[in-house]
């Protein structure tokens, strides 16, 4: 596509629920992240596709956390058992090869996660 | 590891006025430098980057940065604000080695007073 596009753009969950958030890169583009934007705060990197590989997932804050990436493309972020710290913007990006993420990253719009 | 601070976490300033955003990063080796925009409900935008070679950069949207080693600077400036300015900037810097994950700062919002 033209963009990276992310849905849900909003999401309200109830507390220990399981949530899968979905992010479609730019057509082409082989690295894909996933960042947690939180209240005042910058952002958190959380992982890292090349290919259908992770070669980073250094960012994950816990096992509820896990992410997919199928066909070089869709990537899917999952939480189990939501918590209420689990509340954030979450951003995907995705660039040309990751040796040239340095070009610069396009984001997507997000998804605003709400745990209640 | 590497780590970017931004000062400020407001700053406000008068449409017209000069803007500087100001930037300390702290990386052993040379850094890939970059100021994103992130407007409400958006998601970020690339303003301008920094990999080597001149190091005042000029970016989009009439933004220019400059890379200053000594003091691990990377200031972001705009000689006259517009008020379409106001929004969130964040700096951020890659780590070499293989993905080049960007670092990202917390982030100033610039508020734009008519």
């Known amino acids: 596509g033209a963009g990276v596009s992310q849905s849900p753009s909003n999401k309200v969950t109830e507390k220990g629920k399981d949530v899968e958030l979905r992010c479609d890169p730019i057509?082409?583009?082989?690295?894909l992240y996933w960042y947690r934007q939180s209240l005042g705060q910058g952002l958190e990197f959380l992982i890292y596709?090349?290919?259908?590989?992770?070669?980073?997932k250094s960012g994950l804050p816990s096992d509820r956390f896990s992410a997919e990436r199928t066909g070089g493309s869709v990537s899917t972020l999952t939480i189990q058992r939501t918590q209420q710290e689990d509340s954030a913007v979450y951003l995907c990006?995705?660039?040309?090869?990751?040796?040239?993420?340095?070009?610069?990253?396009?984001f997507g719009s997000g998804t605003r996660l709400t745990v209640v | 590891a590497q780590s970017v601070t931004q000062p400020d976490i407001h700053i406000t300033v008068s449409e017209g006025a000069s803007l500087e955003l100001r930037c300390n990063y702290s990386?052993?080796?040379?850094?890939?430098l970059f100021w994103y925009v992130q407007s409400p409900g958006q998601g970020l935008q690339l303003l301008l980057k920094?990999?080597?070679?001149?190091?005042l950069v000029q970016g989009i949207k009439g933004f220019e940065a400059e890379f200053k080693r000594s003091q691990s600077s990377f200031n972001l400036r705009k000689p006259s604000v517009h008020w379409s300015d106001a929004a969130e900037y964040f700096c951020?810097?890659?780590?070499?080695?293989?993905?080049?994950?960007?670092?990202f700062g917390r982030g100033t919002s610039l508020i734009v007073h008519p």
């Open positions: 990006a995705s660039s040309q090869y990751g040796r040239q993420g340095g070009y610069g990253y396009t």
């Open positions: 990386y052993g080796a040379t850094p890939y």
């Open positions: 951020a810097v890659g780590r070499s080695g293989g993905s080049y994950i960007p670092t």
């Open positions: 920094y990999f080597s070679g001149d190091t």
């Open positions: 596709f090349q290919g259908n590989s992770a070669p980073d």
């Open positions: 057509s082409g583009h082989t690295a």
